[in-house]
């Protein structure tokens, strides 16, 4: 089929294309979290959470851990999915590197850790052999400690920013959630 026997947009689909994208963005942060069917407190929870699981060094499989806790600490299962999704594989490494900081900084900022994870990134993005033999000399049985280490302070330093993030939002959403109702409702 060439282009000029496909069937013209509709008005409609042409419109909404050319709608700006920060006008959808708000719109789907209406409908996804202030718009939600729930007491405030419940979707604020789902966005704190959302922020906390979003944070975790968990990436695939974090909407399960999501909805999971969600479910448990009954929290709106909607409202905390934009979040979640705040680590992605665009933004994992920085994400990550910058958790791993403020973990590190929690645990008393070990030099010798940073610069094991400085090796570490140099020899994967240097590496000319096999694969094999990169993961045998990074992975090595005198290299557990240091792996161990920066998986701790990675973990600690999600779970420290997510928390902070998450603890803020609660705040931000809850009242959001409030005004949108008072202004929304019918008088």
Same mark, same amino acid.
């Given at each position: 089929?060439?282009?000029?026997?496909? /069937?013209?947009?509709?008005?409609?689909?042409?419109?909404?294309?050319?709608?700006?994208?920060?006008?959808? *963005?708000?719109?789907?942060?209406?409908?996804?979290?202030?718009? $939600?069917? #729930?007491?405030?407190?419940?979707?604020?929870?789902?966005?704190?959470?959302?922020?906390?699981?979003?944070?975790?060094?968990?990436?695939?499989?974090?909407?399960?851990?999501?909805?999971?806790? /969600? /479910?448990?600490?009954?929290?709106?299962?909607?409202?905390?999915?934009?979040?979640?999704?705040? %680590?992605?594989?665009?933004?994992?490494?920085?994400?990550?590197?910058?958790?791993?900081?403020?973990?590190?900084? /929690?645990?008393?900022? #070990?030099?010798?850790?940073? &610069?094991?994870?400085?090796?570490?990134? #140099?020899?994967?993005?240097?590496?000319?052999?096999?694969?094999?033999?990169?993961? %045998?000399?990074?992975?090595?049985?005198?290299?557990?400690?240091?792996?161990?280490?920066?998986?701790? &302070?990675?973990?600690?330093?999600?779970?420290?920013?997510?928390?902070?993030?998450?603890?803020?939002?609660?705040?931000?959403?809850?009242? *959001? $959630?409030?005004?949108?109702?008072?202004?929304?409702? *019918?008088?």
């Amino acid at each position: 089929m060439t282009v000029s026997e496909q /069937a013209p947009m509709s008005t409609t689909a042409l419109a909404e294309k050319r709608r700006p994208l920060l006008q959808r *963005a708000k719109e789907g942060l209406v409908y996804y979290v202030l718009g $939600v069917q #729930d007491t405030p407190h419940h979707i604020a929870l789902g966005v704190l959470l959302g922020f906390v699981v979003g944070m975790t060094p968990t990436l695939g499989v974090q909407l399960i851990i999501y909805v999971t806790l /969600a /479910a448990i600490l009954r929290a709106n299962k909607i409202s905390g999915i934009l979040p979640v999704f705040i %680590s992605n594989p665009v933004t994992a490494v920085p994400l990550y590197y910058f958790n791993w900081w403020v973990g590190n900084l /929690a645990v008393g900022g #070990d030099n010798e850790t940073a &610069e094991f994870a400085r090796l570490a990134i #140099d020899r994967v993005t240097h590496w000319e052999g096999s694969w094999w033999s990169l993961v %045998s000399k990074i992975f090595s049985p005198t290299t557990w400690p240091q792996i161990w280490r920066l998986v701790v &302070e990675l973990w600690i330093g999600s779970l420290i920013v997510g928390g902070v993030l998450g603890v803020s939002f609660y705040f931000v959403t809850l009242e *959001a $959630v409030i005004l949108y109702r008072k202004k929304t409702a *019918a008088p």
